[in-house]
């Protein structure tokens, strides 16, 4: 069997909305009780400072989009440094969000648990979860066109409710004082998840191979996705840190707190309708990007070429969706979120540097703009220092686990 290429089907606006739901997911209805209670109101201004920040990483990252077009993304990035390179490099991405897609599933089923008032025991997380990552690789299977019409009706479903829920809170609330900075080491323990809340950005580089108006088009989507990202979580931190709803100790589902506490239970659902549309959006945008980096492999003849194959009928990569499926249901049935999340970032940032890297060596009309990539890259290593060791030494365990992969479908190439 040979891989088969994908026909082009994916607008600007397809690009757009796969960024925004692959990077809006699990962190602002996850995060808020967690950073508010370690730095207080200061948490909120992490979000634009990390935005301006992020943006050393997004704008080289953008231009090495530009500059290597073609299907897979990293794929094509990490070739810059050779064959192997340029499969670790894809696998690597393809491990990142499939952790973040087991991540977020987490989430999604505690507020599918409070909505529909199920038992919150074992097997019935395992089921919802199984359920979750079932239905959406069939929708994905049954059609690009239709796939991104269902991502459209979440992006806004998941928008108005916590736009307007927060607008809401900073009207009726007065804002109190900062009062004194955090000490240095909370901030410090708080980087690595508001730099979760941007990972993402980068999600329709994967359709780059299916883009009607090329890769341009994909690269300013990343550039507005992540200023769009700092405005929404900036709101809802900074409107939880002001009402500060008391959060029960164990509470999975904390900004349920802040729209019970501002509108009693009307809020509460506003609240659940946006997590369940806002997590069901991030894992149907995962869902619909990442499969396509196992395919370009396979159609490099870097992984088996079955997963390569497209569906006759509904011209989807239906055997990389499988695989994904697979894969992110055993992760997310073996960890929590934030274990989860932190591999997903470590992974992320190992892909922003080897891409920027790959820009600078192939690029040679950077001229002074190198030093700002350099930067860039130094910025990825500075955050995966925040790690801990377990979590390198889990992102290691899944990158080795590609190996027999590649050597098999080296044997089989030659």
Same mark, same amino acid.
């Given at each position: 069997?040979?891989?088969?290429?994908?026909?082009?089907?994916?607008?600007?606006?397809?690009?757009?909305?796969?960024?925004?739901?692959?990077?809006?997911?699990?962190?602002?209805?996850?995060?808020?009780?967690?950073?508010?209670?370690?730095?207080?109101?200061?948490?909120?201004?992490?979000?634009?400072?990390? !935005?301006?920040?992020? &943006? @050393?990483? /997004? *704008?080289?990252? =953008?231009?090495?989009?530009? %500059?290597?077009?073609?299907? $897979? #993304?990293?794929?094509?990035?990490?070739?810059?440094?050779?064959?192997?390179?340029?499969?670790?490099?894809?696998?690597?991405?393809?491990?990142?969000?499939?952790?973040?897609?087991?991540?977020?599933?987490?989430?999604?089923?505690?507020?599918?648990?409070?909505?529909?008032?199920?038992?919150?025991?074992?097997?019935?997380?395992?089921?919802?979860?199984? !359920?979750?990552?079932? &239905? @959406?690789? /069939? *929708?994905?299977? =049954?059609?690009?066109?239709? %796939?991104?019409?269902?991502? $459209? #009706?979440?992006?806004?479903?998941?928008?108005?409710?916590?736009?307007?829920?927060?607008?809401?809170?900073?009207?009726?609330?007065?804002?109190?004082?900062?009062?004194?900075?955090?000490?240095?080491?909370?901030?410090?323990?708080?980087?690595?998840?508001?730099?979760?809340?941007?990972?993402?950005?980068?999600?329709?580089?994967?359709?780059?191979?299916? !883009?009607?108006?090329?890769?341009?088009?994909?690269?300013?989507?990343?550039?507005?996705?992540?200023?769009?990202?700092?405005?929404?979580?900036?709101?809802?931190?900074?409107?939880?840190?002001?009402?500060?709803?008391?959060?029960?100790?164990?509470?999975?589902?904390?900004?349920?707190?802040?729209?019970?506490?501002?509108?009693?239970?009307?809020?509460?659902?506003?609240?659940?309708?946006?997590?369940?549309?806002?997590?069901?959006?991030?894992?149907?945008?995962?869902?619909?990007?990442?499969?396509?980096?196992?395919?370009?492999?396979?159609?490099?003849?870097?992984?088996?070429?079955?997963?390569?194959?497209?569906?006759?009928?509904?011209?989807?990569?239906?055997?990389?969706?499988?695989?994904?499926?697979?894969?992110?249901?055993?992760?997310?049935?073996?960890?929590?979120?934030?274990?989860?999340?932190?591999?997903?970032?470590?992974?992320?940032?190992?892909?922003?540097?080897?891409?920027?890297?790959?820009?600078?060596?192939?690029?040679?009309?950077?001229?002074?703009?190198?030093?700002?990539?350099?930067?860039?890259?130094?910025?990825?290593?500075?955050?995966?220092?925040?790690?801990?060791?377990?979590?390198?030494?889990?992102?290691?365990?899944?990158?080795?686990?590609?190996?027999?992969?590649?050597?098999?479908?080296?044997?089989?190439?030659?």
């Amino acid at each position: 069997m040979t891989a088969s290429a994908l026909p082009r089907k994916v607008g600007a606006g397809g690009a757009a909305l796969v960024a925004f739901n692959g990077a809006v997911g699990a962190a602002v209805f996850a995060l808020p009780a967690t950073l508010d209670a370690s730095i207080g109101l200061w948490a909120a201004l992490l979000f634009p400072a990390a !935005a301006l920040v992020m &943006l @050393l990483i /997004a *704008i080289p990252f =953008a231009k090495a989009v530009t %500059a290597m077009p073609g299907e $897979g #993304g990293p794929v094509i990035y990490g070739s810059a440094f050779g064959r192997a390179a340029g499969f670790e490099l894809g696998w690597t991405y393809y491990i990142a969000r499939m952790a973040a897609f087991a991540a977020n599933v987490h989430v999604l089923v505690d507020y599918l648990l409070r909505w529909t008032e199920l038992s919150p025991s074992p097997w019935v997380r395992s089921a919802l979860i199984l !359920a979750t990552i079932l &239905l @959406l690789a /069939a *929708i994905n299977i =049954a059609g690009t066109k239709g %796939a991104l019409r269902l991502l $459209g #009706g979440l992006t806004l479903l998941k928008s108005l409710p916590l736009v307007v829920l927060a607008a809401f809170a900073l009207i009726v609330t007065p804002l109190p004082a900062f009062g004194p900075a955090p000490p240095l080491g909370a901030v410090e323990a708080s980087v690595l998840l508001v730099f979760y809340a941007f990972i993402g950005f980068e999600s329709s580089m994967a359709l780059s191979g299916e !883009a009607r108006g090329g890769v341009r088009e994909i690269a300013r989507g990343m550039l507005v996705t992540i200023f769009l990202i700092a405005l929404l979580y900036f709101l809802v931190q900074l409107a939880f840190s002001a009402v500060a709803p008391p959060v029960p100790e164990g509470e999975k589902a904390p900004l349920l707190a802040l729209g019970t506490a501002l509108l009693g239970p009307v809020g509460a659902l506003l609240v659940l309708l946006a997590a369940v549309t806002s997590l069901a959006g991030n894992l149907h945008a995962n869902m619909t990007g990442s499969p396509r980096i196992s395919h370009a492999l396979a159609a490099r003849g870097d992984l088996p070429a079955w997963l390569g194959a497209v569906h006759p009928r509904f011209e989807t990569p239906h055997a990389s969706i499988l695989l994904m499926a697979g894969i992110v249901a055993a992760l997310a049935l073996s960890g929590g979120f934030v274990w989860l999340a932190v591999v997903s970032t470590l992974a992320r940032m190992a892909v922003y540097g080897v891409t920027i890297a790959a820009w600078l060596r192939i690029d040679r009309r950077s001229g002074g703009e190198k030093a700002f990539g350099a930067l860039g890259i130094l910025l990825c290593i500075a955050v995966a220092t925040q790690a801990t060791a377990m979590a390198w030494a889990t992102l290691a365990a899944l990158l080795l686990a590609g190996v027999p992969l590649y050597l098999f479908a080296r044997r089989a190439r030659q």
